[in-house]
């Protein structure tokens, strides 16, 4: 009897110990996108700062039971997305919606804030852009300097008519292309390009164009081997950020 005794005991007690035992976050792989900044950018040894880690760390206090490894260890973004549609990785942040990335991705959760693209020029190029046409007519002295891999080139392309040079990975490398003159004009989106200029020590050498020539919105992305459940717990923490305007207040902080 004394041991059935112990049994009922414990019996009654689990759900008291299981109520009290630590929620294990369920882990989900990402990484840093080399070459994104303001998503994500280097701060130091070791240590990772930007728009993306502050989302993903809301998301965390927003839903515990969450938690993003990987943002602290940089990918090429090509390899980051590549990663991403075999399920090595589990989500990405703030991607851009395309055709192409829409069969490759789950798109999950409101628009994470929308960015608009600028080009780029020579602090010493009087160029007035305010229309594509007015590229155009500049050939044959209009080759278009975008980051590889990145939507940019996809935009080019669609719309045509243009010399586009995809081939360096990052906006370091094509400051320094467009200083050389290896370019007319570089391609890129805000936020942050004012940022960009001062990290990289080219606002005495390179000027932005005030004419937003595109826009666009960014998103939440994840494999489509992640379980829907999870996917869903996600999404429903961004639009609680959303509604609190939280995602407005992590744009404004790092544009």
């Not at 007015?134 to 940019?152: E, S, T, W, Y």
């Not at 906006?171 to 320094?176: A, K, S, V, Y």
Request: glycine content about 8%; aromatic content about 8%.
């Amino acid at each position: 009897m004394n041991g059935m005794r112990r049994l009922l005991v414990m019996a009654c007690c689990l759900p008291l110990l299981a109520a009290a035992a630590p929620i294990v976050p369920i882990e989900l792989r990402t990484a840093a996108q080399e070459g994104t900044d303001p998503k994500f950018i280097h701060a130091g040894k070791d240590r990772i700062v930007g728009l993306c880690v502050d989302i993903l760390r809301a998301v965390e206090q927003t839903d515990p039971g969450l938690r993003f490894v990987g943002d602290q260890r940089w990918k090429p973004l090509i390899r980051a997305y590549s990663e991403l549609e075999s399920g090595i990785e589990d989500v990405q942040c703030a991607v851009q919606h395309t055709p192409e990335r829409e069969a490759r991705f789950r798109f999950i959760g409101p628009a994470l804030y929308t960015i608009a693209y600028h080009f780029l020029v020579r602090r010493n190029d009087n160029l007035v852009i305010n229309n594509w046409d007015d590229v155009r007519k500049l050939a044959p002295n209009n080759v278009v300097l975008v980051n590889r891999g990145f939507a940019a080139g996809d935009i080019l392309k669609e719309l045509g008519g243009f010399e586009v040079d995809a081939s360096s990975t990052s906006p370091e490398l094509n400051l320094q292309k467009l200083i050389a003159g290896r370019g007319r004009l570089y391609f890129h989106r805000g936020p942050g390009l004012p940022k960009l200029l001062e990290r990289t020590g080219t606002a005495d050498k390179v000027k932005i164009l005030p004419q937003a020539m595109y826009s666009a919105k960014l998103y939440f992305a994840a494999s489509k081997h992640l379980d829907h459940k999870i996917a869903d717990r996600v999404a429903s923490a961004l639009y609680v950020l959303e509604r609190k305007g939280e995602l407005e207040r992590l744009m404004r902080k790092w544009d």
